[in-house]
């Protein structure tokens, strides 16, 4: 109905480093997109997607594009880009 606020969801597109490294659950070194409720973090969804992930293949990690660390505590509002790298 118009005039009423519609809560959307958001995406975490999770991209694989430039290193070449295959990392589990990444195909060919394609961009993973999960879905967000509204107010979710990084943190609950990582929390999430790391149940399907083996206890040595957990990502605990995810950097900004410019190198900096994206904290778990972070809102995922419209699409939000993390890069998984083995290296800190």
């Known amino acids: 109905m118009f005039g009423?606020?519609?809560e959307v969801s958001g995406t975490l597109l999770l991209i694989p480093d430039a290193s070449g490294r295959k990392y589990a659950?990444?195909?060919s070194g394609a961009e993973l997109r999960l879905v967000a409720n509204p107010g979710q973090t990084v943190g609950e969804v990582m929390a999430k997607?790391?149940?399907f992930r083996g206890p040595d293949q957990q990502i605990t990690v995810l950097f900004k594009r410019n190198g900096g660390i994206?904290?778990?505590s972070t809102i995922i509002n419209g699409t939000l880009e993390a890069v998984v790298s083995q290296s800190i």
Do not use: V
């Open 49 to 51: 997607f790391n149940t």
């Open 4 to 6: 009423e606020h519609t």
């Open 25 to 27: 659950g990444f195909h």
């Open 70 to 72: 994206l904290p778990f």
